[in-house]
């Protein structure tokens, strides 16, 4: 018996609202969707420990050679703050390379002198000078000169906002974290370390949804990590560092068309050269991965792989 029109009617129209109701669900799940796989890329990782340990490897070497080669402009360029990362390194592990760097920089006369500390914790500091630099220089550098030495510093702290542990975002930010490392060994205090932890975690959660690996994202890893927190940093972001690497040895401040060479994400279609402060903040990272915290990242340190080290 073949039903009638009036009998298949009602059950064409029931499934219409029905595959309209699948349609509207799978739309409204899509942007879900899209989103739940870029933060599954951007801090799961799915490459075995040996695998992970390869590639940090070939890419510190890779970066130790970018920086013999521009060994002359990183002196010329007189970016204390990057040698002061150099240094860092070189406590961790010493390399020859490093340890010249730092020696050269500083027989280099320079102006103002104070700013020297950064690398001698014993180099003299000039009060009236040090004081005169605070007033000049802008707010992220007068954390730094304080922290430099505070006993000698007239600007206050707590006005300058250096302990406020909620206001700063994004450079701000590490830079505050930057500073209140400096100000914990020049004037030891055990109510910093609770205050460096939340700025850590702030910048971590940050990093949970950071996708662009600009020269901001390569920062944060970088000073977490010398905050002597690398239980905070997961090993995906470490890749996507190292993934980011350019054919040269160095990095850029930029990912697929997005840069932050203005303070914040830029679309640019431009691709720029490896530039220094990209650079030695992802060696950074990755030297003090592979030198002070291989068992937090699993690496094999009865094989320590030795990095090249350029005479």
């Known amino acids: 018996m073949t039903p009638n029109k009036s009998q298949t009617a009602p059950q064409n129209q029931s499934k219409k609202p029905r595959r309209i109701r699948i349609i509207i669900t799978a739309a409204a799940l899509a942007p879900l969707a899209i989103v739940a796989a870029i933060l599954a890329y951007n801090n799961i990782s799915l490459t075995t420990d040996k695998t992970f340990e390869k590639k940090l490897n070939t890419a510190l070497e890779n970066a130790l050679k970018w920086t013999e080669a521009n060994r002359q402009n990183i ?38 002198k104070c700013w020297k500390r950064l690398l001698d914790p014993d180099y003299h500091v000039d009060r009236v000078e040090l004081n005169i630099t605070i007033k000049e220089e802008y707010l992220d550098n007068k954390w730094v000169l304080y922290a430099l030495a505070p006993d000698k510093a007239d600007a206050d702290p707590q006005k300058l906002g250096l302990f406020d542990p909620s206001r700063w975002k994004r450079r701000k930010l590490t830079h505050q974290l930057d500073a209140l490392l400096l100000l914990r060994k020049t004037r030891p205090d055990p109510n910093l370390d609770p205050l460096i932890d939340r700025l850590c975690r702030r910048i971590t959660k940050q990093l949970i949804t950071d996708f662009a690996v600009i020269d901001l994202y390569i920062q944060k890893v970088a000073f977490v990590l010398r905050a002597k927190h690398p239980e905070k940093i997961r090993k995906r972001w470490l890749e996507r560092i190292i993934q980011n690497q350019l054919p040269d040895g160095g990095w850029n401040d930029r990912w697929f068309c997005f840069t932050s060479q203005t303070r914040k994400p830029l679309f640019d279609l431009k691709n720029p050269p490896s530039n220094q402060h990209a650079t030695i903040q992802a060696m950074t990272a990755l030297y003090l991965v592979r030198h002070k915290y291989p068992q937090n990242f699993r690496l094999d340190t009865k094989t320590l792989t030795q990095t090249n080290q350029p005479d």
Do not use: G
């Not at 010329?76 to 406590?91: F, H, R, S, W, Y």
């Open 75 to 112: 002196l010329n360029k007189k970016n204390i703050a990057l040698v002061k990362l150099l240094n860092e390194c070189n406590q961790a592990k010493n390399n020859p390379l490093f340890s010249q760097i730092l020696a050269d920089y500083l027989k280099t006369p320079a102006r103002p």
